[in-house]
């Protein structure tokens, strides 16, 4: 019986994935650019099985069925038809992200899963290939196949995935306003900003401007500039998102109250920006030498978790 273990972190994007140019292979409207993290990592064990008639899936410790299940079922299809194997799987997935949050826990997971899936079924796993499979998963799934900073590519099923970038050295604090799921996926409404905003056509043309200036300073080691980018450009997507008919919004008054937070402290000194994605959360950008005072700067407004740098998909040995 082929079996195969994968763990994967989370990422941050810091010019951020929202909308895509096709629905079906995944592809993003515009390139995004992020940080995967050495916290919250998922493990996923994908067992092939001749006795199933039907992949299942057990999401930390219970069987799952709806939508998980379903998204699991389909990833896996396109894995079969890739591997021209028809057995079906059982998944079982432990994550320590809270699910659905806003904390990328579908990136940590379908890049676990396209990595533990890929050897389970004898399709190729490099980087690359496992990059764009993560990437029918889950979009921001691509990045996490990468280690630290990653670019996430738009372009055709060949062209999109991710790859690494050289940047300046980077600390996040991940203050969690509500660990619960959200109210609107991001699948959703990312479809419905593009479909109603009157803002989107504007998020697409400077997210794009953005990212080519995102990533001239990460090549300049500049890590201001990266730091302002990503809070202008998290905002422009909130802009945007708040665009939407019938309306959606992420932001709670707890995550307004910690971008006032991070602006006090840049009033005081500190370099520190904040980014939030489809969620209330908000994850402070700082120097890794000041993630120390941002933590306690922003600890009695919402539990936090001081995150660095962390490494991409690996296979493991063992069992589920
Ligand atoms: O990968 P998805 O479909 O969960 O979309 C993620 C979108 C954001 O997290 C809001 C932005 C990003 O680039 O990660």
Known sequence: MS?????????????????????????PETGSLSLTLDVFPTTTTVTLDDALTADTLELDGLPAAGTPLDR????????????????????????????????????????????????AYGLPTDTVSLSRLARRGSGSASRSVLPALAVWHEGDDATSYAEPVTGP???????????????????????????????YPAWVTSTRETLEVALEA?????????????????????????????PVRYLA?????LFDRVAALRAEGVDVWGTADAGPNVVAVCRPADAGRVADALADLAPV????????????????
Request: proline share 5%; charged share 15%; net charge positive.
């Open 3 to 27: 079996t195969a273990t994968a763990i994967a972190h989370p990422n941050i994007a810091l010019v951020k994935y929202w909308g895509k140019s096709d629905a079906t292979l995944n592809l």
């Open 218 to 246: 990460c090549a300049d080691d500049d890590f201001t500039a990266l730091g302002r980018l990503a809070e202008t450009n998290a905002l422009r997507m909130h802009a945007a998102i708040q665009g939407c008919e019938p």
């Open 169 to 199: 050295e980077i600390a996040m604090v991940v203050a969690t306003v509500d660990a619960g799921p959200k109210a609107v996926s991001s699948r959703e409404a990312m479809r419905r900003s593009a479909a109603t905003s009157p803002y």
């Open 305 to 320: 978790t001081v995150a660095l740098p962390g490494p991409g998909v690996r296979l493991v040995e063992g069992a589920e």
């Open 72 to 119: 699991v079922r389909r990833f896996l299809d396109l894995v079969r038809a890739q591997a021209g194997v028809a057995t079906h799987a059982r998944v079982v997935s432990r994550n320590t992200v809270p699910t659905g949050a806003g904390l990328a826990s579908s990136a940590s997971g379908f890049a676990a899963l396209a990595a533990a899936a890929s050897a």
């Open 253 to 257: 008054p707890a995550s307004v109250a």
